[in-house]
Protein backbone atom coordinates (compact mmCIF):
# COMPACT_ATOMS: atom_id res chain seq x y z
CA UNK A 1 0.00 0.00 0.00
CA UNK A 2 1.20 3.51 -0.75
CA UNK A 3 1.23 6.36 1.45
CA UNK A 4 -0.22 9.75 0.41
CA UNK A 5 -0.39 12.61 2.90
CA UNK A 6 -3.94 14.07 3.24
CA UNK A 7 -3.34 17.75 3.89
CA UNK A 8 -2.93 21.03 2.00
CA UNK A 9 0.25 22.02 4.73
CA UNK A 10 3.19 22.74 2.97
CA UNK A 11 5.35 22.03 6.26
CA UNK A 12 3.51 18.60 6.70
CA UNK A 13 4.53 17.46 3.23
CA UNK A 14 8.16 18.47 3.22
CA UNK A 15 8.54 17.03 6.49
CA UNK A 16 6.92 13.74 5.64
CA UNK A 17 8.55 14.00 2.03
CA UNK A 18 11.75 13.54 4.24
CA UNK A 19 10.97 10.71 5.45
CA UNK A 20 10.76 8.82 2.17
CA UNK A 21 7.05 7.35 2.94
CA UNK A 22 4.69 9.67 0.77
CA UNK A 23 4.22 8.74 -3.14
CA UNK A 24 1.43 11.48 -3.32
CA UNK A 25 -0.69 14.20 -1.84
CA UNK A 26 -4.46 14.77 -1.99
CA UNK A 27 -6.03 18.25 -1.20
CA UNK A 28 -9.51 19.66 -0.81
CA UNK A 29 -11.11 23.17 -0.41
CA UNK A 30 -11.39 22.59 3.54
CA UNK A 31 -7.89 21.50 4.15
CA UNK A 32 -6.90 24.35 1.60
CA UNK A 33 -8.73 26.82 4.02
CA UNK A 34 -7.50 25.35 7.03
CA UNK A 35 -4.27 26.59 5.89
CA UNK A 36 -5.34 30.06 5.61
CA UNK A 37 -5.15 29.48 1.94
CA UNK A 38 -6.03 32.76 -0.85
CA UNK A 39 -7.87 31.82 -4.00
CA UNK A 40 -5.52 33.80 -5.98
CA UNK A 41 -2.80 31.66 -4.61
CA UNK A 42 -4.39 28.15 -5.39
CA UNK A 43 -2.20 26.91 -8.09
CA UNK A 44 0.91 28.51 -7.03
CA UNK A 45 -0.09 26.58 -3.79
CA UNK A 46 -0.51 23.31 -5.76
CA UNK A 47 2.63 23.98 -8.30
CA UNK A 48 4.45 24.07 -4.89
CA UNK A 49 3.53 20.98 -3.72
CA UNK A 50 3.82 19.13 -6.67
CA UNK A 51 7.49 20.61 -6.74
CA UNK A 52 7.97 18.70 -3.19
CA UNK A 53 6.43 15.52 -4.12
CA UNK A 54 7.01 13.90 -7.52
CA UNK A 55 3.99 11.50 -7.81
CA UNK A 56 0.02 12.43 -7.95
CA UNK A 57 -1.46 15.51 -6.28
CA UNK A 58 -4.92 15.74 -6.54
CA UNK A 59 -6.57 19.15 -6.80
CA UNK A 60 -10.64 19.38 -6.17
CA UNK A 61 -12.40 21.06 -8.55
CA UNK A 62 -15.41 23.21 -7.12
CA UNK A 63 -18.07 23.57 -9.43
CA UNK A 64 -21.28 21.51 -10.28
CA UNK A 65 -21.93 21.09 -14.06
CA UNK A 66 -19.94 18.91 -16.33
CA UNK A 67 -18.84 21.81 -18.37
CA UNK A 68 -17.39 23.82 -14.94
CA UNK A 69 -16.09 21.08 -14.18
CA UNK A 70 -13.69 19.62 -17.21
CA UNK A 71 -12.93 23.86 -17.54
CA UNK A 72 -11.50 23.68 -14.39
CA UNK A 73 -10.20 20.25 -14.14
CA UNK A 74 -8.06 21.68 -17.64
CA UNK A 75 -6.67 24.62 -16.17
CA UNK A 76 -5.94 22.94 -12.86
CA UNK A 77 -4.15 19.45 -14.89
CA UNK A 78 -1.74 22.67 -16.81
CA UNK A 79 -0.61 23.48 -13.33
CA UNK A 80 1.70 20.62 -13.54
CA UNK A 81 1.64 16.98 -15.18
CA UNK A 82 1.37 15.93 -11.51
CA UNK A 83 -1.87 17.04 -10.51
CA UNK A 84 -4.98 14.77 -10.07
CA UNK A 85 -7.95 16.55 -11.27
CA UNK A 86 -10.29 15.65 -8.11
CA UNK A 87 -14.32 15.27 -9.17
CA UNK A 88 -17.11 14.60 -6.83
CA UNK A 89 -18.86 11.09 -7.19
CA UNK A 90 -22.23 12.36 -8.82
CA UNK A 91 -23.65 12.16 -12.29
CA UNK A 92 -22.42 15.65 -13.47
CA UNK A 93 -18.68 14.17 -12.32
CA UNK A 94 -19.34 10.96 -14.05
CA UNK A 95 -19.82 13.34 -17.12
CA UNK A 96 -16.76 15.30 -16.09
CA UNK A 97 -14.55 12.67 -15.61
CA UNK A 98 -15.60 10.92 -18.74
CA UNK A 99 -14.73 14.13 -20.83
CA UNK A 100 -11.30 14.49 -19.07
CA UNK A 101 -9.93 10.73 -19.45
CA UNK A 102 -11.09 11.22 -23.05
CA UNK A 103 -8.38 14.18 -22.90
CA UNK A 104 -6.02 12.16 -20.95
CA UNK A 105 -6.38 14.07 -18.19
CA UNK A 106 -6.71 11.90 -14.75
CA UNK A 107 -9.43 11.86 -12.45
CA UNK A 108 -9.80 10.92 -8.83
CA UNK A 109 -13.73 10.21 -7.90
CA UNK A 110 -13.82 11.69 -4.41
CA UNK A 111 -16.84 11.09 -1.68
CA UNK A 112 -17.61 7.96 -2.34
CA UNK A 113 -19.45 6.14 -0.53
CA UNK A 114 -20.73 2.66 -2.19
CA UNK A 115 -19.86 -0.11 -4.40
CA UNK A 116 -22.46 1.08 -7.40
CA UNK A 117 -20.65 4.53 -6.84
CA UNK A 118 -17.08 2.95 -7.25
CA UNK A 119 -17.95 0.73 -9.91
CA UNK A 120 -19.95 3.92 -11.80
CA UNK A 121 -16.65 5.96 -11.05
CA UNK A 122 -14.24 3.25 -12.84
CA UNK A 123 -16.78 2.75 -15.70
CA UNK A 124 -16.68 6.63 -16.60
CA UNK A 125 -12.66 7.01 -16.47
CA UNK A 126 -11.19 7.61 -13.04
CA UNK A 127 -7.97 6.66 -12.53
CA UNK A 128 -8.13 7.05 -9.06
CA UNK A 129 -11.46 6.11 -6.65
CA UNK A 130 -11.73 7.51 -2.73
CA UNK A 131 -13.78 5.97 -0.96
CA UNK A 132 -14.57 7.93 2.62
CA UNK A 133 -14.02 5.33 5.66
CA UNK A 134 -14.11 7.97 8.71
CA UNK A 135 -17.68 9.71 7.35
CA UNK A 136 -19.18 6.60 7.49
CA UNK A 137 -17.78 6.13 11.52
CA UNK A 138 -19.51 9.39 11.94
CA UNK A 139 -22.71 8.10 11.38
CA UNK A 140 -22.35 5.04 13.44
CA UNK A 141 -21.39 3.00 10.30
CA UNK A 142 -18.51 0.99 9.86
CA UNK A 143 -16.56 2.88 7.34
CA UNK A 144 -14.21 -0.04 7.01
CA UNK A 145 -16.65 -2.54 5.88
CA UNK A 146 -17.54 0.14 2.77
CA UNK A 147 -14.27 0.24 1.97
CA UNK A 148 -13.54 -3.37 1.83
CA UNK A 149 -16.52 -3.98 0.09
CA UNK A 150 -15.76 -1.80 -2.54
CA UNK A 151 -11.50 -3.12 -2.91
CA UNK A 152 -13.33 -6.49 -3.19
CA UNK A 153 -16.11 -4.98 -5.71
CA UNK A 154 -13.62 -3.42 -8.36
CA UNK A 155 -10.93 -6.17 -8.02
CA UNK A 156 -13.61 -8.23 -9.62
CA UNK A 157 -13.46 -7.10 -12.74
CA UNK A 158 -10.80 -5.44 -15.49
CA UNK A 159 -12.50 -1.91 -16.20
CA UNK A 160 -9.53 -1.44 -19.32
CA UNK A 161 -7.56 0.93 -17.44
CA UNK A 162 -5.65 1.07 -14.24
CA UNK A 163 -8.06 2.16 -11.63
CA UNK A 164 -6.60 2.73 -8.04
CA UNK A 165 -8.24 2.67 -5.09
CA UNK A 166 -7.56 5.88 -1.70
CA UNK A 167 -8.48 4.66 1.77
CA UNK A 168 -9.26 8.32 2.37
CA UNK A 169 -11.02 10.29 5.21
CA UNK A 170 -8.62 7.79 7.34
CA UNK A 171 -8.97 9.45 10.98
CA UNK A 172 -6.55 6.80 12.98
CA UNK A 173 -3.80 4.04 12.62
CA UNK A 174 -6.34 1.00 12.90
CA UNK A 175 -8.07 2.79 9.63
CA UNK A 176 -4.36 2.47 8.01
CA UNK A 177 -3.91 -1.33 9.45
CA UNK A 178 -7.22 -2.75 8.08
CA UNK A 179 -6.62 -0.60 4.78
CA UNK A 180 -3.27 -2.50 4.47
CA UNK A 181 -4.92 -6.06 5.11
CA UNK A 182 -7.44 -5.48 2.51
CA UNK A 183 -4.96 -4.29 -0.04
CA UNK A 184 -6.27 -0.95 -0.71
CA UNK A 185 -3.77 0.42 -3.02
CA UNK A 186 -3.03 3.60 -1.07
CA UNK A 187 -4.41 4.96 1.94
CA UNK A 188 -5.00 9.14 2.26
CA UNK A 189 -3.52 10.14 5.71
CA UNK A 190 -3.66 13.42 7.54
CA UNK A 191 -0.08 14.03 9.43
CA UNK A 192 -1.26 13.56 12.76
CA UNK A 193 -2.02 9.88 11.65
CA UNK A 194 1.17 9.39 9.97
CA UNK A 195 3.08 10.23 13.00
CA UNK A 196 0.79 8.27 15.06
CA UNK A 197 1.56 5.21 12.47
CA UNK A 198 5.47 5.34 13.11
CA UNK A 199 5.08 5.51 17.27
CA UNK A 200 4.98 2.45 19.12
CA UNK A 201 5.70 2.90 22.99
CA UNK A 202 7.67 -0.52 22.60
CA UNK A 203 9.93 1.01 20.40
CA UNK A 204 10.45 4.46 22.57
CA UNK A 205 11.15 2.17 25.62
CA UNK A 206 13.78 -0.29 23.12
CA UNK A 207 15.16 2.92 21.83
CA UNK A 208 15.46 4.24 25.80
CA UNK A 209 16.99 0.89 26.71
CA UNK A 210 19.99 0.92 23.91
CA UNK A 211 20.66 4.24 24.77
CA UNK A 212 21.34 3.49 28.75
CA UNK A 213 23.28 0.60 27.94
CA UNK A 214 25.16 2.46 25.22
CA UNK A 215 25.97 4.81 28.32
CA UNK A 216 27.43 2.17 30.16
CA UNK A 217 29.21 0.45 27.19
CA UNK A 218 31.11 4.39 26.80
CA UNK A 219 31.91 4.52 30.40
CA UNK A 220 33.54 1.19 30.84
O1 LIG B 1 -9.40 12.59 1.71
C1 LIG B 1 -10.64 13.03 2.16
C2 LIG B 1 -10.53 13.62 3.49
O2 LIG B 1 -9.83 14.83 3.43
C3 LIG B 1 -11.78 13.76 4.24
O3 LIG B 1 -11.44 13.48 5.54
O4 LIG B 1 -11.63 13.55 7.96
O5 LIG B 1 -12.77 15.30 6.54
O6 LIG B 1 -13.62 12.98 6.60
P1 LIG B 1 -12.43 13.85 6.74
Request: hydrophobic share 45%.
Amino acid sequence: MKFFLDTASISEIEEAASWGVIAGVTTNPSLYAREGGKLSEFHAHIKRICEIVDGPVSAETVTLKRDEIVAEGEILADIHPNVVVKVPTMPEGLAATKMLAEREIPVNMTLCFTVPQAIMAARAGAAYISPFVGRFDDISEDGIEHLANVVGALGNYDFGHDVEVIAASIRHPEHVLQSALMGADIATVPFAVLEKCIKHPLTDRGLEAFLADWEKVKNS
